[in-house]
């Protein structure tokens, strides 16, 4: 039928549990009216519910739990924490991939690129400035007259003209 697909996947979900909302319990009540197909799937879904139930819960022995402790311990690699050096260490401490370790490197190292550039355009930016100040001061000299031997003038004819 049509809507066998959500009457069983109602069926095999909430309905038999008793969590299915009022208006799916009534769609899927309507459609077994209708649907033998379904309706046996409720009566083999109910039943196996049933051996379920009455298999109960049983206990699992210490000893077996001990076998279990024993085993996974042997399993796990035994190594000395003195002999791993710092980075091995922390590698440990931080639970994630190889490839992830591989970008945050590369990503540490063009931070460091970009702040070291920005570094040096920056000093050259000073040092051009700086000698363009020493300029401007000993030019200021030259025109006063107080020191006649600085070389910072422009040396243009214009500069010769107006002096």
């Given at each position: 039928?049509?809507?066998?697909?959500?009457?069983?996947?109602?069926?095999?979900?909430?309905?038999?549990?008793?969590?299915?909302?009022?208006?799916?319990?009534?769609?899927?009540?309507?459609?077994?009216?209708?649907?033998?197909?379904?309706?046996?799937?409720?009566?083999?879904?109910?039943a196996q519910r049933a051996t379920f139930k009455k298999a109960g819960r049983k206990d699992v022995p210490e000893r077996l739990w001990q076998n279990i402790r024993?085993?996974?311990?042997?399993?796990?690699?035994?190594?000395?924490?003195?002999?791993?050096?710092?980075?091995?260490?922390?590698?440990?401490?931080?639970?994630?991939?190889?490839?992830?370790?591989?970008?945050?490197?590369?990503?540490?190292?063009?931070?460091?690129?970009?702040?070291?550039?920005?570094?040096f355009v920056r000093n050259k930016e000073l040092a051009g400035k700086a000698s363009a100040a020493e300029g401007l001061v000993g030019y200021s000299f030259t025109?006063?007259?107080?020191?006649?031997?600085?070389?910072?003038?422009?040396?243009?004819?214009?500069?010769?003209?107006?002096?």
């Amino acid at each position: 039928m049509k809507g066998c697909k959500k009457a069983r996947e109602l069926l095999t979900t909430d309905y038999l549990d008793g969590c299915a909302c009022q208006e799916d319990k009534l769609y899927v009540d309507k459609h077994l009216e209708q649907c033998r197909e379904c309706g046996s799937l409720r009566g083999a879904l109910e039943a196996q519910r049933a051996t379920f139930k009455k298999a109960g819960r049983k206990d699992v022995p210490e000893r077996l739990w001990q076998n279990i402790r024993d085993a996974v311990i042997a399993q796990r690699p035994e190594e000395p924490v003195a002999s791993l050096g710092f980075l091995e260490r922390l590698k440990g401490l931080i639970p994630a991939p190889r490839p992830v370790f591989a970008l945050s490197s590369v990503f540490t190292v063009v931070i460091l690129i970009v702040v070291m550039t920005n570094a040096f355009v920056r000093n050259k930016e000073l040092a051009g400035k700086a000698s363009a100040a020493e300029g401007l001061v000993g030019y200021s000299f030259t025109l006063n007259g107080e020191n006649d031997d600085l070389l910072f003038g422009l040396g243009t004819d214009m500069e010769e003209y107006f002096l």
